[in-house]
Structure formats: structure tokens, C-alpha cells
């Protein structure tokens, strides 16, 4: 069965491809800039996702069963700052994914965000109002509208703040790890709070969801954390000083950012764990894990 990817070279992304791939699916990988490091039998095509008439061309060659959407232009205060490019990405480049699926009739699972919500309230279910409040957030939940509307059969994942390594940019996790390592003092909020959520994790429940295609929305995230607990955890589990993690608060970032954040945009995953049997939302695994990746990057590199 063939299964397409967007965004194959970013942080979910090149998990995806790897998980994909070793559960023997044929994989067409669609990139951008950077192409994952996958080692195994995956198409990499370089594509730019608003190229509605290439993106044509590819699908009705390959004619996936199921298109994973993963790409997005994640960059929270560059889509505040760009909003046209944030826009043709996140919204328009959603709409030529949702145009090719119809194409070939396949299954659409749309990788969307905690961000759609205001963060207001926390441990958002999948049936809480989405009301975003900046413009990341927005778009995603436009781009959620247009996959809903579509009249395809389709699964909208929302993960939480995804950490891990691989893909083109660090995560919190590798930044915590870094710099610590190297004892540097850190900053991380306390008063903020997500349900951040392992790559390697979310990439398992994906492919589990490829071979399962539940209707609907699934909340795929790890537990209710704030920054500050998150960042301690990482240190307890690789045995790095968490004396260098020194709390700060929301309200001490809010002039740096450009974009507003939510407070707690935590999501409620009991639905996905009905229907699922990765432990997505195990965070002792998920960090063990996550320190088991670190300590062969370091052997490797
Ligand atoms: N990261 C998080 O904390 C988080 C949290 C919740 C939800 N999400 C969602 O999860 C999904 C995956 O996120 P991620 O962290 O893996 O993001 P990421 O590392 O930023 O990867 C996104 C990928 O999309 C590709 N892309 C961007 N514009 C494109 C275009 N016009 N055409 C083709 N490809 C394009 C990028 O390619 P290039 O880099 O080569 O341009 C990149 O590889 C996204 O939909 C995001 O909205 C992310």
C-alpha cells in the first residue's frame, strides 16, 4: 500500500518515514529543503506543496491509498511576522493536499495543533471550540475547516509541542540537553503549560492510525506539563544538572515574542488512548527513549 508524506524532512516528519517504511508500507516522501536521512526503500520527491499542478502529476502516478499532511510552516512568531507566506503554506497549501486526495479518493490524516485553542482552559478535549489567538493558529484551524469540509475520509491528529531529534530544527528537548550539558544555565516558564509530545512516539501512533483510519479528531499528545517540569524531567532522566534550570515566567517572555501564546493549550488524550496502543502519553517511556536516541546520536556522531 502506498502512503504519501508532507513535510518528510521536519521533526515528525522524518520519524514518520522511518516508522512507515520499517511497517512496510511503500512511502513517497514529499520535501522540501531537507531531505530526512531514512535509511530503506522510500521515494523522495522534492516538492513545494502550493505547486498544486506537480502535486497533481505525483499523486495520480503514485495514487496513495492515504496522504499524511505534515508540512506546515511551524515557525509561531515568523507567521505572525509573514502572514502571506503563512497563509499559502498552512491554508493554501492544505487546499491543493485536500484537491490531490480527492483525486485519488485517499484517506487524509491532517496533522493540525493544541494552538487552535486559546489556551484559556487547558486539557482541551477533541470537542472543546477552537478560538486561536495567534496567527499559526489560525491558519492551522483553517486548514482543519478545509480537510472537514472536503467530503474525504479523514483522521485530524493534534499533538502538542513535539520534542525529539531528527528533522531540520531543534526542539525544546535538544535545546534543554545542549545546553546543559555543557552547564549553561537555562530559563523555563512555569506558568505555561502543554502536553509535550516524542516524535518517535507520535510517528508510531500515526502509523497506527494509517493502518487503523479512525474518523474524526484524536488528540495525540504526551501529559500536562509545564516548561519549567518538562525541562527538570529531561535533566532527572539524562543526569544532567538541574540546578542550571532557572524558572521564569510567562509574562517575562511575552516582549520577546512576537506571537501570543497560549497559557495552557494541554490536551485531554483519552480518546486516542481507547483507540491506540502506543503510549504516547507516557512520559517516563517517552523520555527514556528520547535519552536512548541522545546517548547513539552522541556515540554516532
Ligand atoms: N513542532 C511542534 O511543536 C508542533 C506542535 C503541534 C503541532 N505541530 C504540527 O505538526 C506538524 C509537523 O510539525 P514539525 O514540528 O515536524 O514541523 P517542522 O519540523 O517545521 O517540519 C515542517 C516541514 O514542512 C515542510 N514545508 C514547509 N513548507 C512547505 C512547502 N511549501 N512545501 C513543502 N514542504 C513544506 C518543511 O520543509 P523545509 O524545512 O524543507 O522547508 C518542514 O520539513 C505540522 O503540521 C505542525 O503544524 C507541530
Request: hydrophobic share 40%.
Amino acid at each position: 500500500m502506498v502512503v504519501l508524506v508532507t513535510g518528510s524532512g521536519g521533526l515528525l516528519g522524518a520519524k514518520l518515514v522511518r516508522e512507515l517504511v520499517g511497517r512496510g508500507y511503500e512511502v513517497v516522501a514529499i520535501y522540501r529543503s531537507s531531505k530526512p536521512l531514512v535509511e530503506g526503500d522510500v521515494d523522495f520527491v522534492r516538492l513545494d506543496i502550493t505547486d498544486w499542478v506537480r502535486l497533481e502529476d505525483l499523486v495520480l502516478k503514485k495514487k496513495p491509498e492515504v496522504i499524511i499532511h505534515a508540512a506546515a510552516y511551524t515557525d509561531v512568531d515568523g507567521c505572525e511576522i509573514y502572514r502571506e507566506k503563512a497563509w499559502r503554506v498552512n491554508v493554501e497549501g492544505t487546499k491543493s493536499i485536500v484537491r490531490v486526495s480527492r483525486v485519488v479518493n485517499a484517506h487524509l490524516v491532517y496533522i493540525s495543533t493544541d494552538y487552535i485553542f486559546d489556551g484559556e482552559k487547558g486539557l482541551y478535549r477533541e470537542d472543546d471550540i477552537p478560538s486561536p489567538i495567534n496567527y499559526y493558529g489560525l491558519t492551522k484551524l483553517v486548514g482543519e475547516e478545509l480537510v472537514k469540509s472536503s467530503g474525504l475520509l479523514y483522521t485530524i491528529v493534534r499533538p502538542s509541542a513535539i520534542y525529539g531529534l531528527g528533522g531540520s530544527k531543534k526542539s525544546f528537548a535538544e535545546f534543554v540537553v545542549e545546553q546543559l550539558s555543557s552547564n549553561k544555565k537555562i530559563k523555563a516558564i512555569v506558568d505555561q503549560y502543554v502536553s509535550p509530545t516524542l516524535n518517535t512516539l507520535l510517528a508510531e501512533a500515526v502509523a497506527e492510525i494509517v493502518n487503523l483510519r479512525p474518523l474524526g479528531i484524536l488528540h495525540v499528545a504526551g501529559p500536562v506539563l509545564s516548561r519549567y517540569e518538562f525541562a527538570t524531567k529531561i535533566a532527572r532522566k539524562l543526569d544532567l544538572p538541574v540546578d542550571l534550570i532557572e524558572k521564569a515566567k510567562l509574562d517575562d517572555f511575552r516582549d520577546k515574542w512576537v506571537a501570543k501564546r497560549p497559557r495552557n493549550s494541554s490536551l485531554d488524550t483519552s480518546k486516542a488512548r481507547s483507540i491506540l496502543r502506543t503510549p504516547f502519553y507516557d512520559i517516563e517511556y517517552a523520555l527514556e527513549l528520547f535519552s536512548e536516541e541522545w546517548k547513539n546520536r552522541i556515540v554516532s556522531s
